[in-house]
Protein backbone atom coordinates (compact mmCIF):
# COMPACT_ATOMS: atom_id res chain seq x y z
CA UNK A 1 0.00 0.00 0.00
CA UNK A 2 0.92 3.49 -0.98
CA UNK A 3 1.77 5.34 2.46
CA UNK A 4 0.46 7.70 3.80
CA UNK A 5 1.01 10.88 6.23
CA UNK A 6 -0.52 11.84 9.40
CA UNK A 7 -0.47 14.72 11.81
CA UNK A 8 -1.39 15.35 15.34
CA UNK A 9 -2.04 18.63 15.63
CA UNK A 10 -2.48 19.77 19.58
CA UNK A 11 -2.62 22.91 21.28
CA UNK A 12 1.34 22.09 22.46
CA UNK A 13 2.91 19.93 20.15
CA UNK A 14 2.47 18.61 16.64
CA UNK A 15 3.27 15.41 15.32
CA UNK A 16 3.98 14.42 11.40
CA UNK A 17 4.24 10.65 11.09
CA UNK A 18 5.31 8.86 7.72
CA UNK A 19 2.49 5.81 8.34
CA UNK A 20 2.36 2.60 6.05
CA UNK A 21 0.52 -0.59 6.67
CA UNK A 22 -0.31 1.00 10.20
CA UNK A 23 2.61 1.63 11.72
CA UNK A 24 4.48 4.43 11.77
CA UNK A 25 7.52 4.53 9.98
CA UNK A 26 8.75 7.87 11.07
CA UNK A 27 8.23 10.84 13.06
CA UNK A 28 8.68 14.63 13.69
CA UNK A 29 7.71 16.37 16.85
CA UNK A 30 7.51 19.92 17.66
CA UNK A 31 6.06 23.00 19.68
CA UNK A 32 3.24 24.30 18.15
CA UNK A 33 3.30 27.53 16.99
CA UNK A 34 0.26 28.91 17.62
CA UNK A 35 1.36 32.32 18.14
CA UNK A 36 1.81 32.56 14.30
CA UNK A 37 -2.03 32.40 13.53
CA UNK A 38 -3.97 29.71 11.56
CA UNK A 39 -1.67 29.69 7.96
CA UNK A 40 1.22 29.97 10.39
CA UNK A 41 0.53 26.68 11.85
CA UNK A 42 -0.47 25.07 8.00
CA UNK A 43 3.03 26.18 6.97
CA UNK A 44 4.19 24.79 9.98
CA UNK A 45 2.34 21.34 9.42
CA UNK A 46 3.24 21.12 6.07
CA UNK A 47 6.82 21.85 6.97
CA UNK A 48 7.02 18.61 9.45
CA UNK A 49 5.48 16.45 7.12
CA UNK A 50 8.20 16.95 4.31
CA UNK A 51 10.77 16.48 7.05
CA UNK A 52 9.06 13.29 8.36
CA UNK A 53 9.65 12.15 4.74
CA UNK A 54 13.20 12.98 4.49
CA UNK A 55 15.43 10.20 4.72
CA UNK A 56 12.67 7.71 3.63
CA UNK A 57 13.66 8.38 0.33
CA UNK A 58 10.23 9.54 -0.14
CA UNK A 59 8.97 12.34 -2.07
CA UNK A 60 5.62 14.17 -1.95
CA UNK A 61 4.42 12.38 -4.62
CA UNK A 62 5.14 9.24 -3.58
CA UNK A 63 2.16 9.71 -0.82
CA UNK A 64 -1.66 8.63 -0.95
CA UNK A 65 -3.10 11.28 0.96
CA UNK A 66 -2.23 13.44 4.13
CA UNK A 67 -4.95 12.48 7.35
CA UNK A 68 -4.66 15.59 9.72
CA UNK A 69 -6.34 15.00 13.22
CA UNK A 70 -7.21 18.64 15.31
CA UNK A 71 -8.51 19.40 19.08
CA UNK A 72 -11.64 20.60 17.49
CA UNK A 73 -15.32 20.78 15.34
CA UNK A 74 -14.60 19.65 11.73
CA UNK A 75 -17.46 20.08 8.65
CA UNK A 76 -16.56 17.56 6.73
CA UNK A 77 -18.34 18.70 3.60
CA UNK A 78 -16.61 21.82 3.45
CA UNK A 79 -12.63 20.74 5.04
CA UNK A 80 -13.50 23.41 7.47
CA UNK A 81 -12.01 23.22 11.28
CA UNK A 82 -14.96 24.64 12.98
CA UNK A 83 -13.47 26.14 15.63
CA UNK A 84 -10.85 24.34 17.84
CA UNK A 85 -9.93 26.91 21.05
CA UNK A 86 -6.65 25.86 21.84
CA UNK A 87 -5.29 26.80 18.15
CA UNK A 88 -6.99 29.96 18.37
CA UNK A 89 -8.61 28.20 14.81
CA UNK A 90 -12.50 29.33 13.91
CA UNK A 91 -13.81 28.62 10.56
CA UNK A 92 -10.66 28.05 9.23
CA UNK A 93 -10.92 26.28 5.78
CA UNK A 94 -7.27 23.84 6.80
CA UNK A 95 -8.15 21.36 4.06
CA UNK A 96 -7.80 23.89 1.19
CA UNK A 97 -4.80 25.89 2.96
CA UNK A 98 -3.26 22.26 3.16
CA UNK A 99 -3.66 20.82 0.11
CA UNK A 100 -2.45 23.72 -1.49
CA UNK A 101 0.56 23.83 0.48
CA UNK A 102 0.86 19.75 0.15
CA UNK A 103 -0.16 19.07 -3.11
CA UNK A 104 -1.88 16.00 -1.54
CA UNK A 105 -5.21 15.10 -0.93
CA UNK A 106 -6.19 16.32 2.75
CA UNK A 107 -8.48 14.32 5.13
CA UNK A 108 -9.27 16.49 8.22
CA UNK A 109 -10.62 14.94 11.27
CA UNK A 110 -11.30 15.56 15.22
CA UNK A 111 -8.26 14.09 17.33
CA UNK A 112 -10.45 11.77 19.29
CA UNK A 113 -12.84 10.54 16.77
CA UNK A 114 -8.83 9.84 15.12
CA UNK A 115 -7.86 8.11 18.12
CA UNK A 116 -11.29 5.86 18.08
CA UNK A 117 -10.41 4.53 14.61
CA UNK A 118 -6.89 4.07 15.13
CA UNK A 119 -7.47 1.88 17.81
CA UNK A 120 -10.38 0.32 15.99
CA UNK A 121 -8.06 -0.34 13.05
CA UNK A 122 -4.86 -1.85 14.75
CA UNK A 123 -5.12 -1.42 18.52
CA UNK A 124 -7.50 -2.48 21.40
CA UNK A 125 -10.42 -2.70 19.27
CA UNK A 126 -9.59 -4.58 16.58
CA UNK A 127 -10.89 -7.63 17.57
CA UNK A 128 -14.58 -5.83 17.41
CA UNK A 129 -14.16 -5.11 13.68
CA UNK A 130 -14.96 -8.89 12.93
CA UNK A 131 -18.30 -9.00 14.64
CA UNK A 132 -20.25 -10.15 11.10
CA UNK A 133 -23.86 -9.00 10.96
CA UNK A 134 -24.25 -6.88 14.03
CA UNK A 135 -23.67 -2.73 14.19
CA UNK A 136 -21.71 -3.19 17.04
CA UNK A 137 -21.26 0.21 19.29
CA UNK A 138 -18.01 1.17 20.53
CA UNK A 139 -16.63 4.41 22.51
CA UNK A 140 -13.37 5.99 23.16
CA UNK A 141 -12.39 8.44 26.06
CA UNK A 142 -9.47 10.13 25.96
CA UNK A 143 -8.15 11.83 29.21
CA UNK A 144 -5.15 14.22 28.99
CA UNK A 145 -4.95 17.76 29.56
CA UNK A 146 -8.79 17.48 28.78
CA UNK A 147 -11.18 14.72 27.98
CA UNK A 148 -12.20 14.09 24.69
CA UNK A 149 -14.73 11.16 23.45
CA UNK A 150 -15.89 9.45 20.75
CA UNK A 151 -18.35 7.10 19.13
CA UNK A 152 -18.49 4.41 16.61
CA UNK A 153 -21.34 2.30 15.36
CA UNK A 154 -21.15 -0.43 12.84
CA UNK A 155 -17.56 1.03 11.63
CA UNK A 156 -18.58 4.76 11.23
CA UNK A 157 -18.07 7.17 13.90
CA UNK A 158 -21.11 8.65 15.00
CA UNK A 159 -20.38 12.15 14.96
CA UNK A 160 -23.90 14.06 15.59
CA UNK A 161 -26.16 16.51 13.73
CA UNK A 162 -23.72 18.92 13.93
CA UNK A 163 -20.77 16.79 14.30
CA UNK A 164 -19.75 17.12 18.14
CA UNK A 165 -21.82 13.88 19.06
CA UNK A 166 -19.14 11.83 21.93
CA UNK A 167 -18.26 15.16 23.51
CA UNK A 168 -17.82 13.15 26.43
CA UNK A 169 -15.53 15.52 28.69
CA UNK A 170 -18.18 17.38 28.85
CA UNK A 171 -21.25 15.24 30.40
CA UNK A 172 -22.47 16.77 33.33
CA UNK A 173 -21.63 13.52 36.58
CA UNK A 174 -21.49 16.45 39.52
CA UNK A 175 -23.40 18.98 40.93
CA UNK A 176 -21.45 21.29 41.55
CA UNK A 177 -17.52 20.91 41.14
CA UNK A 178 -14.54 22.85 39.93
CA UNK A 179 -15.34 25.52 36.86
CA UNK A 180 -14.52 23.50 33.60
CA UNK A 181 -12.65 25.31 30.85
CA UNK A 182 -16.02 24.92 28.95
CA UNK A 183 -17.67 27.53 31.39
CA UNK A 184 -20.12 24.97 33.08
CA UNK A 185 -19.91 23.16 36.45
CA UNK A 186 -19.78 19.51 37.20
CA UNK A 187 -18.08 18.13 33.87
CA UNK A 188 -16.29 15.04 33.85
CA UNK A 189 -13.11 16.82 32.14
CA UNK A 190 -13.32 19.24 35.43
CA UNK A 191 -12.85 16.57 37.53
CA UNK A 192 -10.92 13.81 36.09
CA UNK A 193 -8.26 15.03 33.52
CA UNK A 194 -4.48 16.18 33.86
CA UNK A 195 -5.87 19.89 34.19
CA UNK A 196 -8.21 18.67 36.84
CA UNK A 197 -4.99 17.08 38.70
CA UNK A 198 -2.94 20.39 38.74
CA UNK A 199 -5.97 22.68 39.62
CA UNK A 200 -7.20 20.41 42.56
CA UNK A 201 -3.26 20.82 43.81
CA UNK A 202 -3.09 24.68 42.92
CA UNK A 203 -0.50 24.37 40.37
CA UNK A 204 -0.51 26.20 37.31
CA UNK A 205 -1.97 24.50 34.04
CA UNK A 206 0.68 22.83 31.51
CA UNK A 207 3.05 22.52 35.00
CA UNK A 208 2.44 18.41 36.26
CA UNK A 209 3.16 15.92 33.33
CA UNK A 210 1.11 12.72 33.42
CA UNK A 211 4.20 10.91 33.75
CA UNK A 212 5.21 13.24 36.85
CA UNK A 213 1.89 12.19 38.32
CA UNK A 214 2.60 8.53 37.83
CA UNK A 215 5.97 9.25 39.36
CA UNK A 216 4.89 11.55 42.86
CA UNK A 217 2.63 8.15 43.27
CA UNK A 218 5.14 5.67 43.03
CA UNK A 219 6.71 7.77 45.53
CA UNK A 220 3.59 7.92 47.83
CA UNK A 221 2.80 11.31 46.80
CA UNK A 222 1.23 14.07 48.62
CA UNK A 223 -2.00 13.00 50.40
CA UNK A 224 -3.63 15.61 48.09
CA UNK A 225 -2.61 14.19 45.11
CA UNK A 226 -3.76 11.28 45.91
CA UNK A 227 -6.98 12.34 46.56
CA UNK A 228 -6.93 14.47 43.26
CA UNK A 229 -5.92 11.00 41.47
CA UNK A 230 -8.95 9.04 43.53
CA UNK A 231 -11.15 11.63 42.34
CA UNK A 232 -10.80 11.26 38.91
CA UNK A 233 -10.87 7.43 38.98
CA UNK A 234 -13.76 7.51 40.09
CA UNK A 235 -15.92 10.27 37.65
CA UNK A 236 -14.14 8.24 35.17
CA UNK A 237 -16.00 5.21 35.90
CA UNK A 238 -19.25 7.53 36.31
CA UNK A 239 -18.32 7.93 32.40
CA UNK A 240 -17.59 4.66 31.44
CA UNK A 241 -21.00 3.98 33.80
CA UNK A 242 -23.14 6.68 31.86
CA UNK A 243 -21.66 5.64 28.46
CA UNK A 244 -22.81 2.14 28.79
CA UNK A 245 -26.47 3.02 30.13
CA UNK A 246 -26.88 5.32 27.07
CA UNK A 247 -24.62 3.87 24.37
CA UNK A 248 -24.80 0.28 25.68
CA UNK A 249 -21.34 -0.48 23.55
CA UNK A 250 -19.18 -3.58 22.88
CA UNK A 251 -16.05 -1.82 24.24
CA UNK A 252 -14.69 1.05 25.89
CA UNK A 253 -10.84 2.07 25.02
CA UNK A 254 -9.51 4.62 27.50
CA UNK A 255 -6.68 6.41 26.17
CA UNK A 256 -5.05 9.61 26.01
CA UNK A 257 -1.54 10.78 27.96
CA UNK A 258 -3.25 10.52 31.66
CA UNK A 259 -4.27 6.84 30.89
CA UNK A 260 -1.22 6.25 29.20
CA UNK A 261 0.37 7.15 32.64
CA UNK A 262 -1.46 5.80 35.25
CA UNK A 263 -4.40 3.49 33.29
CA UNK A 264 -3.10 0.46 35.08
CA UNK A 265 -2.83 1.63 38.28
CA UNK A 266 -6.51 3.52 38.07
CA UNK A 267 -8.38 0.78 35.91
CA UNK A 268 -9.52 -1.21 39.01
CA UNK A 269 -10.94 2.06 40.74
CA UNK A 270 -12.16 2.93 37.75
CA UNK A 271 -14.18 -0.54 37.20
CA UNK A 272 -14.92 -0.27 40.84
CA UNK A 273 -16.76 2.97 40.24
CA UNK A 274 -18.21 2.22 37.16
CA UNK A 275 -19.69 -0.93 38.46
CA UNK A 276 -21.47 1.34 41.49
CA UNK A 277 -23.22 3.69 38.99
CA UNK A 278 -23.90 1.05 35.77
CA UNK A 279 -26.48 -1.39 34.47
CA UNK A 280 -24.83 -4.84 35.63
CA UNK A 281 -26.18 -5.79 31.86
CA UNK A 282 -24.76 -3.05 29.83
CA UNK A 283 -21.06 -3.27 31.70
CA UNK A 284 -20.92 -7.48 32.22
CA UNK A 285 -21.24 -7.11 28.10
CA UNK A 286 -19.31 -3.98 27.32
CA UNK A 287 -15.44 -4.76 27.77
CA UNK A 288 -13.46 -1.78 29.02
CA UNK A 289 -9.76 -1.86 27.51
CA UNK A 290 -7.00 0.41 27.91
CA UNK A 291 -5.17 1.84 24.85
CA UNK A 292 -2.79 -0.33 22.75
CA UNK A 293 -1.32 2.15 20.45
CA UNK A 294 -0.88 5.18 22.56
CA UNK A 295 0.26 8.18 21.06
CA UNK A 296 0.22 6.85 17.86
CA UNK A 297 -3.69 5.70 17.94
CA UNK A 298 -4.65 9.59 16.44
CA UNK A 299 -2.43 9.33 13.90
CA UNK A 300 -2.66 6.25 12.98
CA UNK A 301 -6.40 6.92 12.76
CA UNK A 302 -5.85 9.94 10.54
CA UNK A 303 -4.00 7.90 8.08
CA UNK A 304 -6.87 5.25 8.11
CA UNK A 305 -9.49 7.59 7.50
CA UNK A 306 -6.94 9.51 4.98
CA UNK A 307 -6.98 6.48 3.28
CA UNK A 308 -10.65 5.24 3.22
CA UNK A 309 -11.54 8.73 2.14
CA UNK A 310 -9.65 7.61 -1.15
CA UNK A 311 -11.90 5.65 -2.20
CA UNK A 312 -14.77 8.13 -1.76
CA UNK A 313 -13.31 10.49 -4.50
CA UNK B 1 -53.41 -0.56 4.12
CA UNK B 2 -54.47 -3.95 6.06
CA UNK B 3 -55.39 -2.94 9.62
CA UNK B 4 -53.00 -4.12 12.59
CA UNK B 5 -53.50 -4.36 16.38
CA UNK B 6 -51.36 -3.24 18.70
CA UNK B 7 -50.60 -3.86 22.41
CA UNK B 8 -49.28 -1.13 25.17
CA UNK B 9 -48.47 -3.78 28.14
CA UNK B 10 -47.41 -1.79 31.17
CA UNK B 11 -47.46 -2.97 34.77
CA UNK B 12 -50.39 -1.52 35.51
CA UNK B 13 -52.53 -1.09 32.47
CA UNK B 14 -53.06 -2.92 29.01
CA UNK B 15 -54.10 -1.15 26.42
CA UNK B 16 -55.01 -2.85 23.12
CA UNK B 17 -55.85 -0.84 19.58
CA UNK B 18 -56.56 -1.21 16.31
CA UNK B 19 -54.78 1.00 14.37
CA UNK B 20 -54.73 1.77 10.24
CA UNK B 21 -52.75 4.25 8.45
CA UNK B 22 -51.25 5.78 12.05
CA UNK B 23 -54.41 6.00 13.63
CA UNK B 24 -56.29 4.16 16.54
CA UNK B 25 -59.55 3.10 15.26
CA UNK B 26 -60.95 1.15 18.87
CA UNK B 27 -59.38 0.52 22.03
CA UNK B 28 -59.49 -1.40 24.98
CA UNK B 29 -58.15 -0.54 28.21
CA UNK B 30 -57.94 -2.89 31.40
CA UNK B 31 -55.97 -3.57 34.30
CA UNK B 32 -52.61 -5.97 33.57
CA UNK B 33 -53.51 -9.31 35.68
CA UNK B 34 -49.51 -9.53 36.45
CA UNK B 35 -50.87 -11.76 39.23
CA UNK B 36 -51.66 -14.49 36.45
CA UNK B 37 -48.09 -15.03 35.51
CA UNK B 38 -47.03 -14.82 32.19
CA UNK B 39 -48.94 -16.98 30.42
CA UNK B 40 -52.28 -15.51 32.20
CA UNK B 41 -50.76 -11.87 31.12
CA UNK B 42 -50.42 -13.72 27.30
CA UNK B 43 -54.12 -14.93 27.71
CA UNK B 44 -55.43 -11.43 29.02
CA UNK B 45 -53.41 -10.25 25.80
CA UNK B 46 -54.92 -12.41 23.24
CA UNK B 47 -58.58 -11.36 24.75
CA UNK B 48 -58.11 -7.59 24.48
CA UNK B 49 -56.85 -7.59 21.18
CA UNK B 50 -59.91 -9.87 20.30
CA UNK B 51 -61.88 -7.40 22.07
CA UNK B 52 -60.37 -4.20 20.41
CA UNK B 53 -61.86 -6.27 16.69
CA UNK B 54 -65.51 -6.53 17.90
CA UNK B 55 -67.19 -4.08 16.34
CA UNK B 56 -65.22 -3.12 13.83
CA UNK B 57 -66.75 -6.19 11.25
CA UNK B 58 -62.62 -7.29 11.51
CA UNK B 59 -61.40 -10.67 12.30
CA UNK B 60 -58.23 -11.96 13.24
CA UNK B 61 -57.14 -13.12 9.78
CA UNK B 62 -58.21 -9.44 8.85
CA UNK B 63 -55.45 -8.40 10.32
CA UNK B 64 -51.59 -7.93 8.97
CA UNK B 65 -49.57 -8.32 12.47
CA UNK B 66 -49.81 -7.42 16.02
CA UNK B 67 -46.85 -5.57 17.58
CA UNK B 68 -46.37 -6.10 21.48
CA UNK B 69 -45.20 -2.78 23.59
CA UNK B 70 -43.36 -4.05 26.63
CA UNK B 71 -41.94 -2.41 29.65
CA UNK B 72 -38.59 -4.38 29.43
CA UNK B 73 -35.62 -5.64 27.51
CA UNK B 74 -36.72 -7.51 24.30
CA UNK B 75 -34.30 -10.40 22.35
CA UNK B 76 -35.85 -9.99 18.56
CA UNK B 77 -33.69 -12.66 17.52
CA UNK B 78 -35.61 -15.35 19.33
CA UNK B 79 -38.84 -13.65 20.34
CA UNK B 80 -38.37 -13.29 24.10
CA UNK B 81 -38.54 -10.80 26.46
CA UNK B 82 -35.29 -11.34 28.61
CA UNK B 83 -36.61 -9.02 31.70
CA UNK B 84 -39.53 -7.68 32.47
CA UNK B 85 -39.53 -6.53 36.08
CA UNK B 86 -43.27 -4.74 36.94
CA UNK B 87 -44.76 -7.95 34.62
CA UNK B 88 -42.65 -10.43 36.68
CA UNK B 89 -41.51 -11.52 33.34
CA UNK B 90 -38.05 -13.33 32.68
CA UNK B 91 -36.53 -15.22 30.05
CA UNK B 92 -40.26 -15.45 28.44
CA UNK B 93 -41.10 -16.57 25.04
CA UNK B 94 -43.93 -14.14 24.46
CA UNK B 95 -43.62 -13.70 20.34
CA UNK B 96 -44.15 -17.76 19.86
CA UNK B 97 -46.46 -17.64 23.11
CA UNK B 98 -49.18 -15.14 21.25
CA UNK B 99 -48.31 -16.02 17.85
CA UNK B 100 -49.79 -19.23 19.14
CA UNK B 101 -53.05 -17.32 21.01
CA UNK B 102 -53.57 -14.95 18.02
CA UNK B 103 -52.84 -16.99 14.73
CA UNK B 104 -50.96 -13.69 13.68
CA UNK B 105 -47.36 -12.31 12.75
CA UNK B 106 -46.98 -11.25 16.57
CA UNK B 107 -43.51 -8.68 16.89
CA UNK B 108 -42.52 -7.13 20.21
CA UNK B 109 -40.37 -3.77 21.18
CA UNK B 110 -39.48 -2.26 24.31
CA UNK B 111 -42.14 0.08 25.24
CA UNK B 112 -39.81 3.61 24.67
CA UNK B 113 -38.39 2.11 21.73
CA UNK B 114 -41.91 2.12 20.04
CA UNK B 115 -42.85 5.58 21.62
CA UNK B 116 -40.06 6.91 19.69
CA UNK B 117 -40.73 5.13 16.50
CA UNK B 118 -44.47 6.13 16.82
CA UNK B 119 -43.56 9.90 16.81
CA UNK B 120 -40.76 9.66 14.34
CA UNK B 121 -43.65 7.77 11.80
CA UNK B 122 -46.94 9.89 12.61
CA UNK B 123 -45.79 12.37 15.75
CA UNK B 124 -43.85 15.43 16.91
CA UNK B 125 -40.30 13.84 15.21
CA UNK B 126 -42.36 13.17 11.65
CA UNK B 127 -40.39 16.53 10.20
CA UNK B 128 -37.02 15.09 10.63
CA UNK B 129 -38.11 11.85 8.92
CA UNK B 130 -37.29 13.48 5.26
CA UNK B 131 -33.69 14.77 5.88
CA UNK B 132 -32.29 13.03 2.97
CA UNK B 133 -28.37 12.06 2.83
CA UNK B 134 -27.42 12.33 6.17
CA UNK B 135 -27.74 9.64 9.52
CA UNK B 136 -30.60 11.84 12.08
CA UNK B 137 -29.99 11.19 15.49
CA UNK B 138 -32.76 11.31 17.44
CA UNK B 139 -33.71 11.00 20.96
CA UNK B 140 -36.77 10.28 23.48
CA UNK B 141 -37.39 10.80 27.23
CA UNK B 142 -40.51 9.24 28.71
CA UNK B 143 -41.26 10.37 31.84
CA UNK B 144 -44.17 8.56 33.75
CA UNK B 145 -43.57 6.42 37.02
CA UNK B 146 -40.11 6.11 35.79
CA UNK B 147 -38.23 7.68 33.30
CA UNK B 148 -37.57 5.67 29.81
CA UNK B 149 -35.14 6.82 26.61
CA UNK B 150 -34.90 5.85 23.51
CA UNK B 151 -31.70 6.63 20.39
CA UNK B 152 -32.67 6.34 16.92
CA UNK B 153 -29.78 6.68 14.33
CA UNK B 154 -31.41 7.24 10.86
CA UNK B 155 -34.35 5.61 10.96
CA UNK B 156 -33.40 2.66 12.73
CA UNK B 157 -33.38 2.21 16.66
CA UNK B 158 -29.59 2.38 18.65
CA UNK B 159 -30.40 -0.37 20.53
CA UNK B 160 -26.77 -0.94 21.78
CA UNK B 161 -24.88 -4.86 21.76
CA UNK B 162 -27.29 -6.12 24.80
CA UNK B 163 -30.62 -4.50 23.42
CA UNK B 164 -30.56 -1.40 26.46
CA UNK B 165 -28.71 1.40 24.93
CA UNK B 166 -31.00 4.91 25.52
CA UNK B 167 -31.79 3.68 29.32
CA UNK B 168 -31.52 7.48 29.80
CA UNK B 169 -33.66 7.54 32.70
CA UNK B 170 -30.62 5.70 34.68
CA UNK B 171 -27.95 7.79 33.91
CA UNK B 172 -26.27 9.04 36.63
CA UNK B 173 -26.92 12.83 37.43
CA UNK B 174 -26.01 13.91 40.67
CA UNK B 175 -23.90 12.84 43.34
CA UNK B 176 -26.38 11.75 45.86
CA UNK B 177 -29.92 12.12 45.90
CA UNK B 178 -32.79 9.35 46.48
CA UNK B 179 -32.35 5.78 46.03
CA UNK B 180 -33.64 4.83 42.77
CA UNK B 181 -35.80 1.70 42.13
CA UNK B 182 -32.73 -0.06 40.35
CA UNK B 183 -30.81 0.33 43.62
CA UNK B 184 -28.37 3.14 42.78
CA UNK B 185 -28.23 6.88 43.90
CA UNK B 186 -28.28 9.86 41.56
CA UNK B 187 -30.36 8.47 38.55
CA UNK B 188 -32.57 10.64 36.64
CA UNK B 189 -35.24 8.39 37.78
CA UNK B 190 -34.56 9.16 40.85
CA UNK B 191 -34.95 12.62 40.91
CA UNK B 192 -37.21 13.38 38.22
CA UNK B 193 -40.44 11.11 37.71
CA UNK B 194 -44.01 10.55 39.21
CA UNK B 195 -42.38 8.17 41.41
CA UNK B 196 -39.76 10.32 42.34
CA UNK B 197 -42.57 13.50 43.26
CA UNK B 198 -44.73 10.70 45.60
CA UNK B 199 -41.21 10.07 47.30
CA UNK B 200 -40.46 13.37 48.49
CA UNK B 201 -43.66 13.80 49.46
CA UNK B 202 -43.81 10.94 51.33
CA UNK B 203 -46.94 9.30 49.48
CA UNK B 204 -47.49 5.51 49.00
CA UNK B 205 -46.24 4.61 45.32
CA UNK B 206 -48.89 4.84 42.87
CA UNK B 207 -51.21 7.32 45.17
CA UNK B 208 -50.31 10.79 42.86
CA UNK B 209 -51.35 10.27 39.35
CA UNK B 210 -49.63 13.28 37.51
CA UNK B 211 -52.93 14.62 36.22
CA UNK B 212 -53.34 15.01 40.18
CA UNK B 213 -49.87 16.85 40.49
CA UNK B 214 -50.67 19.36 37.28
CA UNK B 215 -54.55 20.02 39.45
CA UNK B 216 -52.54 20.76 42.75
CA UNK B 217 -50.25 23.33 41.01
CA UNK B 218 -53.20 24.85 39.56
CA UNK B 219 -54.28 25.47 42.98
CA UNK B 220 -50.72 27.15 44.11
CA UNK B 221 -49.55 23.02 45.98
CA UNK B 222 -47.66 23.43 48.61
CA UNK B 223 -44.00 23.95 48.97
CA UNK B 224 -43.27 20.40 48.82
CA UNK B 225 -45.06 19.66 45.83
CA UNK B 226 -43.23 22.97 44.22
CA UNK B 227 -39.75 21.85 45.15
CA UNK B 228 -40.09 18.54 44.20
CA UNK B 229 -41.75 19.35 40.69
CA UNK B 230 -39.05 22.22 39.90
CA UNK B 231 -36.22 19.61 40.88
CA UNK B 232 -37.70 17.42 37.95
CA UNK B 233 -37.67 20.03 35.58
CA UNK B 234 -33.48 20.82 36.36
CA UNK B 235 -32.51 17.31 36.59
CA UNK B 236 -34.56 16.65 33.18
CA UNK B 237 -33.10 19.32 32.03
CA UNK B 238 -29.12 17.97 32.87
CA UNK B 239 -30.90 14.53 30.99
CA UNK B 240 -31.82 16.59 28.09
CA UNK B 241 -28.08 18.09 28.08
CA UNK B 242 -26.07 14.96 28.63
CA UNK B 243 -28.00 13.19 25.68
CA UNK B 244 -26.94 16.51 23.38
CA UNK B 245 -23.50 16.36 24.86
CA UNK B 246 -23.12 12.20 24.16
CA UNK B 247 -25.41 11.71 21.49
CA UNK B 248 -25.85 14.98 19.60
CA UNK B 249 -29.32 14.55 18.41
CA UNK B 250 -31.71 16.55 15.68
CA UNK B 251 -34.17 16.34 18.21
CA UNK B 252 -35.44 14.96 21.32
CA UNK B 253 -39.37 14.04 22.28
CA UNK B 254 -40.47 14.55 26.01
CA UNK B 255 -43.08 12.06 26.37
CA UNK B 256 -45.46 9.86 28.57
CA UNK B 257 -48.14 10.60 31.58
CA UNK B 258 -46.04 13.36 33.38
CA UNK B 259 -44.94 15.17 30.84
CA UNK B 260 -48.36 14.99 28.72
CA UNK B 261 -50.11 16.57 32.11
CA UNK B 262 -46.58 18.97 33.25
CA UNK B 263 -45.04 19.27 30.00
CA UNK B 264 -46.19 22.68 28.69
CA UNK B 265 -45.55 24.03 32.40
CA UNK B 266 -42.20 22.47 32.98
CA UNK B 267 -40.62 23.09 29.31
CA UNK B 268 -39.34 26.76 29.73
CA UNK B 269 -37.56 25.21 33.25
CA UNK B 270 -36.22 22.19 31.48
CA UNK B 271 -34.68 24.01 28.57
CA UNK B 272 -33.04 26.72 31.30
CA UNK B 273 -31.42 23.72 32.92
CA UNK B 274 -30.44 22.35 29.57
CA UNK B 275 -28.87 25.41 28.05
CA UNK B 276 -26.94 25.60 31.54
CA UNK B 277 -25.77 22.22 31.30
CA UNK B 278 -25.27 21.71 27.88
CA UNK B 279 -22.68 22.73 25.10
CA UNK B 280 -24.56 25.70 23.42
CA UNK B 281 -23.80 24.61 19.71
CA UNK B 282 -25.49 21.09 20.55
CA UNK B 283 -28.63 22.72 21.55
CA UNK B 284 -28.81 25.24 19.47
CA UNK B 285 -28.91 22.49 16.58
CA UNK B 286 -31.70 20.39 18.58
CA UNK B 287 -35.50 20.78 18.66
CA UNK B 288 -36.74 19.99 22.28
CA UNK B 289 -40.39 19.29 21.69
CA UNK B 290 -43.40 17.59 23.53
CA UNK B 291 -44.71 14.32 22.41
CA UNK B 292 -47.44 15.15 19.87
CA UNK B 293 -49.52 11.57 20.38
CA UNK B 294 -49.56 10.90 23.33
CA UNK B 295 -50.67 7.88 24.83
CA UNK B 296 -51.09 6.59 21.57
CA UNK B 297 -47.19 7.14 20.63
CA UNK B 298 -46.51 3.55 22.07
CA UNK B 299 -48.95 1.52 20.31
CA UNK B 300 -48.91 3.72 16.71
CA UNK B 301 -45.36 2.84 17.57
CA UNK B 302 -45.74 -0.76 17.89
CA UNK B 303 -47.76 -0.73 15.07
CA UNK B 304 -45.41 0.71 12.83
CA UNK B 305 -42.72 -1.86 13.05
CA UNK B 306 -44.81 -4.26 12.83
CA UNK B 307 -45.66 -3.64 9.84
CA UNK B 308 -41.95 -2.79 8.61
CA UNK B 309 -41.50 -6.22 9.93
CA UNK B 310 -43.74 -7.94 7.42
CA UNK B 311 -41.02 -7.09 4.73
CA UNK B 312 -38.39 -8.91 6.04
CA UNK B 313 -40.06 -11.64 7.18
Known amino acids: MTPLLAVDLGGTKLVACLVSEGK??????????????????????????????????????????????????VEHATGTVVQAPNLGWESFKAQAKLESLLGRPVVLENDVNAGLVGEWAYGSLKPFQGLQGRQVPLAALFVGTGVGGALMLGGSLVTGWSGVAGELGHMKVSEDGPKCGCGRRGCLEALASRSAIEKALGKKRGKLTSGRIAQLLDRKGSRKLKKAVSRAAHYLGVGVANIVTIFNPRAVVLGGGFMEALGERLLPDIMGSAREHSFAKGLRDCKVLLSALGDDAVPLGAAHLAAASLGNR
Do not use: F, M, W, Y
Not at 48 to 70: F, K, M, N, P
Open 24 to 73: VLSRVKVKTRVEDGPSGIAVQIAACCREALSGSGLALDGIAAVGVAVPGL
